[in-house]
């Protein structure tokens, strides 16, 4: 019996969320029985070689490709990965609607009159845009994180991308929009305890996604996501100091259960919920 077949075949989960229907992803962490033939995805795809070595069919582009890189593969692209060598071939691939990505990149500064705008590099072993892939695909498949975090982070990660490797990218966009910037903070204050969604503040605010993120966190020096979880701590403190039950504050102020808040309470006060309201009682 050959090698291959004695191996045992390693769960390979996809992920996704009804809230976030335009992006999947997909975790392998030992690939060596898997096998590709020649395919294409309506998406596009970007993946992460975080182990082993793999042959990369794009195109042209026939290479082998091992831990650090990036792989970019538009929509109806032909293309093939498969292992390669005796390592387990691990990586993290994202799958993303086309019309999301096309909308993000006409809020980048693209030509609104083409509908997608294909990349030329088919792959990448840029040290920055890997880590940032690594912490966007953490907290995309986190299960205690909000749709508004991992869109954020969806958005930041894409513009990241497009801003290195797209070289007809317009330059960031200059000007004062500090009045904007005012509606999307006071409609997170005041929304802060519902399910807030990034269309939705940035229709507050009159502005693109991408540079929403960038300019709210230049202006307040943390993202819409994060001001969103501390208002939620806020309100949480001052439930805690009426002497109200920490679960029943955690499912009012917006998280998902107790430990997701006193993940957050602890990180933004240093202190538990329990010490807070203790120390208040």
């Known amino acids: 019996m050959s090698r291959t077949a004695n191996r045992s075949v390693v769960p390979s989960p996809f992920w996704r969320d009804a809230a976030l229907p335009f992006i999947e992803a997909r975790t392998v962490d030992d690939g060596r029985s898997i096998c ?17 070595t793999s042959t990369y069919v794009n195109g042209a582009t026939h290479e082998h490709v091992g831990r650090g890189v990036l792989v970019i593969i538009d929509p109806e692209q032909v293309h093939a990965c498969n292992p390669y060598g005796p390592d387990a071939w691990a990586y ?26 294909g990349f030329s590099p088919k792959l990448t072993e840029r040290r920055d845009l890997f880590a940032q892939f690594g912490g966007f695909y953490r907290t995309l498949v986190a299960p205690g994180i909000d749709p508004l975090g991992k869109e954020s982070a969806a958005v930041e990660f894409f513009t990241a ?41 940035c229709a507050a605010a009159d502005l693109s996604p991408s540079y929403l993120i960038r300019a709210f966190n ?18 949480g403190r001052t439930e805690l100091r009426r002497g109200r039950p920490i679960a029943d504050v955690a499912l009012d102020a917006g998280f998902a259960d107790q ?6 309470f602890r990180r ?12 208040t009682s």
């Open 218 to 235: 230049a202006r307040y020096g943390m993202t819409p996501h994060a001001f969103l979880i501390d208002r939620r701590v806020q309100y």
């Open 259 to 264: 430990a997701h808040f006193q993940r957050a």
């Open 92 to 117: 993290r691939m994202v799958y993303v609607d086309v019309p999301w990505l096309a909308r993000l990149q006409h809020s980048l500064g693209r030509d609104p009159n083409r509908d997608f705008h």
């Open 268 to 279: 933004i006060a240093a202190a538990t919920p329990g010490q807070y309201r203790s120390a």
């Open 36 to 52: 590709y033939a020649k395919h294409t995805h309506d998406t596009f795809s970007v993946g992460a070689i975080v182990g082993g």
């Open 161 to 201: 991308l497009h801003g290195a490797l797209d070289r007809e990218l317009p330059g960031p966009r200059a000007g004062d929009d500090n009045a904007k910037l005012a509606r999307a903070a006071d409609y997170i204050a005041a929304h802060c305890r519902e399910g807030v969604t990034l269309d939705a503040i």
